[in-house]
């Protein structure tokens, strides 16, 4: 076999391909520490580590010769990590360290972000006209850069190519100049202080080490086969690196998903993807999805075909006699009320689960997650034991009420910090930490308490207290009480302060775990305080392994970083516990489903009217589109650009939801959004258009 490249839908077996041709690789000898094998993201590494583990067991006891050594399965980014810190000696003075010696610091999402804020809070003020929250503001800098850096070109490029495609006010131009200089000051910050964020690291790999000749003979000898999944969900540096790598190998395997290119706002460039199959020997088209029924393709097609008027060529046309409206495991849902559509969605859920479905074949897919939609599927599904489980990426740490809890019981364990906690916030966390207090017994405990000391929690031991909120509170409470006070009593003055991700992993473990604590048993609470000490580890490590540790109080700065949603704690899927054998209902925002690359037998499509479906997020300060490789430089973004590009995304992205679906799916819409605005978005009427139905089910 030479160099071949698949092309298909999702579900049409190109990763079974890939993996089977691994297997085969390791079963002939080759050498495994010659392969490579490339995913977009690490979840998608197990697959390959499973055939991995099924070839060696299978060749145990064998008296052939077996090679020795492991393939690389690995992303672009721990393929980019893995190589600069292995020729950093090299290229670390061409590529302008202050410090070539120094060995580099890598940077999470979490502490750039703050060293970022440290650059941008003096200039505040320069941002003002965008109102932007200060968060949003950071993640735009930072996603520039990360654009610069996945295609190739120098931040200082930025403002120009932001600027020739503005045609709105002039103001504007002023705040890509200003973006530009703070993005390379943090450049120089880093470079300084030998930090990689992963702007830095990318830029590095791809401008520096793929362009020096002992790197390219070290690729050249060390990787003579190579496997690829879904390309098109890389930036261009890695076709430019898997492009350089198939010059001199033996082999190749490489895949498409179509429609793809979801991760759009990550950097993926599936007309880049696409040079890659003019160094191949072979395309192939794989047409069949073994995922999705005929109805459900030809219901996707009809979507797609929609909203890309021009003429489509897709690559699995569903047989002609496939109904699209057979799709539908009902008629679109439809009331007046957001509360009525939340409704009509627990009761069909509540059907299929009593039908013999289990809770985990079913996804609940909106635009975007709000926490009532999850407070509500979780209160109203609880009666029939059935589990809700979100996936929000984005959403910061701070937003969750565990993590508020934990914040509030820090602070209060250190006093010397002087920093305020309100009475309600001891409330909320009481109510969080104790099994069955409710909030309005917790305001009482936390009144009493604030009585007592404004700045730590004190022993509270006033029977009548207690005979009114309930005796078997007490305990708990003493337990909580003593432990922060514990805390504050062992630490020596002008000693530094213990690491949080340890202090918290010790009171989760010795109290907030153990029976009459809100968290015991709780799985869910659980893995979000795991989040968190994992981000205050990270938090950490950053500052002790680089010299900016001198004079920092570490936890104390973390703490009021994260209270003000600056680590934004941006955890990709592929960071959470593996979600998809847990038997809850899956609840996360269509696109975050899509690169994710889940699939379930039934799906349930919210907010149908919501123009959130056809809209994108509003980013003044970067573009996926201008900040790419393929953009015209010079040319203006038009509306009708605008208009084009977000038909075409949504075409492909309610296409691409479709070979995700192995059953049936469900829409529902209302009239009035969950903020009571009338909306009217276009994938209704698509959806309407398609299906050729007029009728509607009657909600209440």
């Not at 393939?71 to 020729?87: E, R």
């Not at 705040?175 to 703070?182: A, G, L, P, T």
Request: proline share 6%; glycine share 6%; hydrophobic share 40%.
């Amino acid at each position: 076999m030479s160099k071949v490249y698949l092309v298909g839908p999702a579900g049409a077996g190109k990763t079974t391909r890939l993996a089977a041709r691994l297997g085969q690789l390791i079963g002939s000898n080759v050498r495994p520490d010659r392969i490579l094998v490339l995913v977009p993201q690490q979840a998608q590494a197990k697959i390959f580590r499973t055939e991995l583990a099924q070839v060696k067991e299978s060749r145990k006891g064998r008296e052939a010769r077996v090679a020795r050594g492991e393939p690389t399965i690995t992303t672009l980014y721990g393929l980019a990590q893995q190589h600069v810190s292995l020729f950093y000696p090299l290229i670390a003075e061409r590529v302008g360290f202050a410090d070539p010696q120094r060995e580099p610091v890598l940077l999470n999402v979490e502490a750039s972000q703050y060293f970022l804020d440290q650059i941008v809070t003096p200039r505040i003020a320069d941002f003002e006209d965008l109102k932007l929250f200060r968060p949003r503001l950071l993640g735009q800098i930072l996603d520039s850069m990360n654009k610069a850096a996945e295609c190739g070109f120098p931040l200082d490029e930025i403002a120009a190519r932001l600027t020739a495609a503005w045609s709105g006010e002039a103001q504007r131009v002023v705040s890509y100049r200003r973006v530009q200089e703070v993005a390379v000051a943090f450049r120089e910050f880093c470079l300084r202080h030998s930090l990689l964020d992963f702007s830095l690291l990318v830029d590095t790999f791809a401008r520096h080490l793929l362009q020096t000749q002992s790197y390219r003979d070290y690729i050249i000898a060390h990787y003579r086969h190579i496997l690829a999944d879904n390309v098109e969900e890389n930036p261009p540096v890695m076709h430019d690196f898997v492009a350089e790598v198939m010059k001199t190998c033996d082999t190749a395997m490489l895949a498409e998903d179509d429609p793809g290119g979801y991760r759009l706002f990550l950097g993926a460039d599936v007309d880049s993807a696409r040079t890659l199959r003019v160094v191949c020997d072979e395309v192939v088209t794989l047409e069949t999805s073994y995922i999705a029924p005929p109805e459900v393709i030809a219901f996707g097609n009809g979507l797609r075909r929609h909203f890309t008027p021009a003429p489509l060529q897709l690559l699995s046309p569903a047989p002609s006699e496939a109904d699209p409206r057979n799709a539908l495991g009902d008629a679109p849902g439809s009331a007046k009320y957001w509360t009525g559509m939340v409704n009509w969605v627990v009761n069909h859920i509540n059907e299929l689960v009593g039908q013999g479905a289990h809770a985990r074949e079913i996804a609940v897919l909106a635009p975007y997650v709000e926490d009532v939609l999850r407070f509500e599927l979780m209160e109203r599904l609880r009666p029939a034991g059935i589990r809700v489980r979100t996936v929000r990426p984005s959403r910061p740490l701070y937003d969750h009420p565990i993590v508020r809890m934990l914040v509030t019981f820090t602070r209060l364990a250190h006093p010397e910090w002087a920093q305020f906690v309100a009475g309600s916030d001891l409330a909320r966390a009481l109510a969080v930490s104790i099994a069955g207090l409710d909030l309005t017994r917790a305001q009482l405990i936390a009144d009493a308490a604030m009585r007592a000391s404004l700045r730590r929690l004190m022993p509270l031991d006033d029977a009548a207290l207690w005979q009114r909120v309930g005796m078997r509170f007490y305990e708990p409470y003493n337990m909580i009480q003593k432990r922060l006070t514990s805390n504050e009593e062992s630490a020596s003055p002008g000693a530094p302060t213990a690491p949080l991700d340890m202090y918290w992993q010790q009171l989760y473990t010795d109290v907030l775990s153990r029976q009459g604590f809100g968290l015991h048993e709780d799985l869910d609470g659980g893995l979000v305080i795991d989040k968190l000490i994992k981000s205050a580890r990270g938090f950490r490590e950053v500052f002790e392994r680089s010299e900016l540790a001198d004079g920092v109080d570490i936890p104390r700065e973390y703490i009021k970083t994260l209270g003000e949603d600056i680590l934004a704690a941006q955890y990709a899927p592929e960071r959470e516990p593996d979600i998809a054998n847990d038997d809850a209902v899956l609840v996360m925002p269509a696109h975050t489903y899509l690169i994710s690359n889940f699939t379930s037998r039934y799906q349930f499509w919210l907010d149908i009217n919501s123009l959130g479906w056809y809209e994108r997020v509003y980013q003044p300060l970067t573009h996926p589109y201008v900040l790419s490789r393929r953009w015209m430089t010079g040319r203006a973004w038009t509306e009708e650009d605008d208009h084009r590009s977000q038909q075409e995304m949504l075409g492909k992205l309610l296409s691409g939801l479709t070979y995700h679906c192995s059953g049936k799916i469900f829409v529902a819409s209302s009239e009035f959004s969950i903020s009571g605005q009338e909306e009217d978005g276009p994938l209704a009427r698509a959806i309407q258009r398609v299906i050729g139905a007029t009728r509607r089910a009657n909600l209440t």
